[in-house]
């Protein structure tokens, strides 16, 4: 090997980092949830943010006051809103009700509301329901004499409304005479009470009465 060659590599070497000196590209998710920091909070955002938290129709006056600006320019911003909602095809609109400002969805969409309406009123639990429901959470596996025997009261009718709400379901039968079936809760039991397991039920101390 000639020194002109050697030369050369000496050159090269000295140019090129070595790999585990290179630090790595930082990865970005594409789940990384949204901050502050990645977009600009104006007048308009938060006029949208507590219309859309609000389960009853806002003044401008009440809006001023919450957001910070004046009636002018919330209304300004509700107009802004609504023309935005409008040119992105939105399903609802700030409406002016009662005096007051609210989100509402446009009523050609009244059709697929009254079916979640529907919904949401045959899912509702009586107290009756509710107390029976609990007693299935807490004990379960639980068979039908012992939660009639807690409640004092027969059973049968309110287990199988909700067995039919799919709240409670059969999950064996018990290991005693007349091989009775057990009863327990479903997936769709945490769900709807936003548990990730049933070791998330609250426990029994916490939820008697203090004393006064």
Do not use: C
Request: glycine share 4%; aromatic share 6%.
């Amino acid at each position: 090997m000639t020194e002109k060659h050697e030369e050369i590599i000496e050159t090269k070497t000295q140019q090129e980092p070595l790999a585990q000196d290179i630090e790595p590209a930082e990865e970005h998710s594409e789940n990384t949830p949204e901050t502050e920091e990645d977009f600009e909070i104006d007048i308009q955002s938060v006029v949208e943010a507590v219309l859309f938290a609000s389960d009853e129709p806002l003044s401008a006056v009440r809006l001023a006051n919450i957001v910070d600006a004046t009636t002018q320019q919330i209304r300004t911003a509700v107009d802004e809103l609504n023309e935005k909602y409008k040119t992105n095809r939105n399903a609802f609109r700030i409406e002016k009700i009662a005096g007051g400002f609210q989100m509402l969805t446009l009523s050609p969409f009244n059709h697929w509301l009254k079916k979640l309406l529907r919904v949401r009123s045959e899912s509702k639990l009586s107290p009756a329901a509710l107390e029976t429901l609990a007693i299935i959470a807490y004990k379960q596996p639980v068979i039908r004499a012992d939660v009639e025997a807690i409640r004092g009261v027969a059973a049968g009718e309110m287990i199988r409304n909700l067995m039919y709400k799919g709240l409670v379901k059969v999950i064996g039968k018990a290991e005693i005479v007349g091989r009775p079936m057990l009863y327990g809760t479903t997936k769709k039991f945490l769900e709807t009470f936003g548990l990730n397991s049933i070791k998330d039920l609250p426990k029994i101390e916490e939820l008697k009465q203090p004393d006064n």
